[in-house]
């Protein structure tokens, strides 16, 4: 059931006794995770009611300049939220639940299902507003026709949770991200017995995590993460160390604490996100009790440098985070100076390479040490090996597969485990954001696809900017910006003002241009007087295509390119443009 080049076409209606699910994010990018399933309720009927299973973003790369998020496409559902039971959320990182609250400005009382420390997460963001609802491992509940159960998974954040969606029609196993961390700090193992368990009472898809498909067998330990990074604090004996990692690895952060403790430094925690992940664990009992090792940032100076442990985020790069500050120097209170040791302890998001080694390189240029997972086991996934999916296929023996969250070459390198444990490839569904697939006596089906795009996120603007404008800002950062005015009379067929030129975002020197003025205004002359009806809509396409032709044979490049004609008619002195 490969259809990962299906093109659009419309599913049939719904009927009766059928699960349809419909990806609406996080099947073909790794982010903005989101999927819709519907059902005919089969004690009420009417319309299909809806059930959601996670709403994250996207973060942009370097095709969506200016972009701040990318969301789901919720125009598949945005007419019939008032369908919508709940939103299921299986744990609380960005791709997950990024998007939660432009979802809530469409319907503010949706219910929201979750973990308890996932729950806090979202709370954060959207100031307490919303319909909550919390679940554990041991929880069973009812959404409308959609009985929920969920199971312990291991994650890289606390709190994780896969979900068994029970149905009249058919059972559905979503594992959200998870690996199989057999030593994992806070003791939350995945639960092989419950899976096992699920898996007896039958699944009919089985939607499971592909991020990691493409690497063979088992991810490293997150105990040996901390014993390499003790290891490298028990090195270093001159210069601040700086560790950075994302905001939600809290398992991670609680490493370093302890490390500290046992090396006799002091931690200070930079940035927001940092700080209040940190906070709403330790209220939630997450994290052992860290006052004895926690120092203000206000109080950095008062502390010996060699004696500290400086916990930030912005380990992928991002232009406004705290080690990219630091980096520049731009940090008010704290620097990175030669003889630091700068750790980065996680992985490299796609699309952030060059983000990364531009950051690497600042920071090497301080004289500080960088120490990455290139270089060091400093970071180990959170996401399952092909070793981990063989077990759960095995364990689960699903129906039906639908590999989920990850770029195309991760859900086929999915859909290829999943066939290693003996699932025949007819029962396997690989299919991007917006393939349609129903359930139906077991058998699963692609039955069309839907339109389904991005909606980018650009400052307070949501959904307005499009695929052109992304195309134009790409085009000014990369091949700058010329701007041509002229006057012409149409009348007496002359050019009035000689063509003026400027550029923006252009390295040439003017003097490459030297010789373009006169072509414009010979063009201009030619196309006048070949052409007594010429209009200025004309005239403007000649000098965009005299200048376009110019630059890519010269400069070789191809710039925006904003051309002005105006127009007087000198016998009434009247000028238009």
Do not use: W
Request: hydrophobic share 40%; aromatic share 4%; proline share 4%.
């Amino acid at each position: 059931m490969n259809a990962v080049n299906a093109k659009i076409s419309k599913p049939p209606i719904l009927g009766g006794n059928t699960l349809r699910v419909v990806p609406l994010g996080g099947l073909g990018d790794v982010g903005r995770n989101m999927t819709a399933i519907e059902l005919i309720d089969p004690i009420d009927g009417g319309e299909p009611k809806i059930l959601l299973v996670d709403c994250g973003v996207l973060f942009p790369g370097d095709n969506e300049p200016g972009v701040d998020q990318i969301l789901p496409d919720f125009s598949y559902i945005s007419e019939r939220l008032d369908r919508v039971e709940a939103l299921v959320v299986t744990h609380g990182h960005e791709d997950h639940i990024g998007a939660i609250p432009y979802l809530l400005e469409l319907r503010p009382d949706t219910p929201i299902v979750g973990s308890k420390f996932t729950l806090e997460l979202i709370r954060r963001r959207t100031a307490d507003n919303g319909a909550f609802y919390e679940v554990n491992e041991n929880s069973e509940v009812r959404y409308g026709p959609f009985l929920l159960q969920f199971i312990a998974i291991n994650h890289s954040i606390p709190d994780a949770l896969a979900v068994f969606i029970k149905t009249a029609a058919g059972n559905i196993l979503n594992t959200g991200d998870f690996k199989m961390d057999q030593l994992p700090i806070d003791g939350r193992l995945t639960d092989l017995r419950a899976l096992a368990d699920v898996g007896r009472a039958g699944v009919d898809l089985f939607m499971v995590d592909s991020t990691n498909a493409m690497v063979p067998g088992f991810v490293t330990s997150e105990a040996q993460i901390e014993a390499k990074l003790d290891e490298i604090v028990d090195k270093v004996t001159d210069g601040c160390i700086f560790v950075s990692t994302f905001a939600s690895h809290i398992h991670r952060v609680s490493h370093i604490f302890k490390i500290a403790r046992k090396h006799r430094r002091k931690v200070i925690l930079l940035g927001r996100t940092m700080v209040n992940n940190i906070a709403i664990a330790a209220k939630l009992g997450l994290l052992d009790d860290a006052t004895d090792v926690l120092v203000e940032e206000k109080n950095f100076s008062k502390v010996n440098r060699n004696k500290l442990i400086v916990v930030c985020t912005g380990s992928q790069g991002e232009l406004h985070a705290v080690l990219n500050r630091l980096s520049m120097r731009e940090y008010p209170s704290i620097g990175i100076n030669s003889g630091d040791t700068v750790v980065l302890a996680s992985s490299l998001t796609p699309g952030k390479e060059k983000e990364v080694t531009k950051l690497i390189n600042r920071i090497l240029t301080l004289g500080a040490t960088v120490i990455s997972s290139k270089t060091a086991r400093v970071h180990c996934s959170g996401h399952a090996n092909q070793g981990e999916l063989r077990i759960v296929y095995n364990v689960v023996r699903p129906k039906n597969v639908l590999p989920i969250h990850g770029e195309v070459q991760h859900l086929l390198a999915n859909a290829a485990v999943a066939h290693s444990c003996r699932i025949p490839r007819e029962n396997i569904a690989v299919v991007k954001d917006g393939g349609v697939i129903d359930v139906h006596n077991g058998q699963a089906r692609v039955v069309g696809r839907i339109e389904n795009g991005y909606i980018f996120v650009d400052g307070k603007s949501v959904g307005e900017v499009s695929d052109g404008h992304l195309k134009q800002r790409k085009t000014l950062g990369q091949e700058g910006f010329i701007a041509i005015t002229v006057t012409v009379d149409l009348v007496s067929r002359e050019v009035v003002t000689t063509p003026k030129i400027s550029v923006i975002a252009v390295a040439e020197d003017l003097s490459v241009f030297a010789k373009l003025p006169n072509k414009i205004k010979k063009e201009l002359v030619t196309t006048m007087e070949e052409n007594h009806n010429v209009t200025a809509q004309k005239l403007t396409k000649i000098v965009r295509q005299t200048v376009g032709h110019y630059v890519e044979r010269v400069l070789k490049r191809s710039p925006m390119i904003l051309p002005l004609v105006s127009t007087v008619n000198r016998l009434f002195d009247s000028v238009e443009e």
